[in-house]
């Protein structure tokens, strides 16, 4: 059973960074692909970055492109998600989530969520 453990949100200025980490256990990952979604208050759940575990390619929403990355850490089966420059319109409830899909755009295509990490920019 894949579980995903998500930290590291917390209260920041505009301008600041955090980085988000997601544990995953519970199954190899290699042929999973990783993505980072976000949920505002009264708004959709919407995509942020994803990464396929096994070549590493990344993608990304254009709202944060040039101002977030996603990498993968093999021996720590953690992916993480590195936010820079952030800006009070980031703030929500950040989620890590699995999918062997290929449609990594899409909150649909994943089986596996984890429990979501407040992320609060202030300006």
């Known amino acids: 059973q894949v579980q995903l453990v998500e930290s590291g949100g917390g209260l920041v200025q505009a301008g600041g960074s955090l980085r988000l980490s997601c544990a995953a256990s519970?199954?190899?990952?290699?042929?999973?692909?990783m993505g980072w979604f976000r949920q505002a208050p009264g708004k959709e759940r919407e995509f942020v970055a994803a990464?396929?575990?096994?070549?590493?390619?990344?993608y990304y929403a254009d709202s944060v492109k040039g101002r977030f990355t996603i990498s993968r850490d093999n021996a720590k089966n953690t992916v993480y998600l590195q936010m820079n420059s952030l800006k009070p319109e980031d703030t929500a409830v950040y989620y890590c989530?699995?999918?062997?899909?290929?449609?990594?755009?899409?909150?649909?295509?994943?089986?596996?969520w984890g429990q979501g990490t407040q992320v609060t920019v202030s300006s």
């Open positions: 989530a699995a999918t062997i899909g290929s449609n990594w755009y899409f909150a649909n295509e994943y089986d596996n």
């Open positions: 990464i396929r575990w096994s070549a590493g390619s990344t």
């Open positions: 519970g199954r190899t990952f290699s042929a999973y692909t």
